[in-house]
């Protein structure tokens, strides 16, 4: 199917795969890291959007 889609672009189709071949090497990664997370990491990182302290801080930040 792919190779079908490549091949209508004419030209293009150095380009489809380079763009492809990024497109899931970046959500390899990613999948990679999440799965490589500490449990501790990821409740901290659930944590940020109810903690005061972080909000304070960001409150006490002059411009």
């Known amino acids: 199917m792919l190779r079908q889609v490549f091949a209508s672009l004419g030209g293009m189709d150095g380009?489809?795969?380079?763009?492809?071949?990024?497109?899931?090497l970046f959500f390899t990664l990613v999948i990679i890291r999440v799965v490589?997370?500490?449990k501790t990491k990821a409740d901290e990182?659930?944590?940020?959007p109810f903690d005061e302290s972080i909000k304070e801080s960001?409150?006490?930040v002059q411009c």
């Open 58 to 60: 960001e409150n006490n």
């Open 45 to 48: 990182f659930s944590r940020i």
């Open 15 to 24: 380009f489809g795969i380079v763009s492809m071949m990024m497109f899931i």
């Open 36 to 38: 490589k997370l500490e």
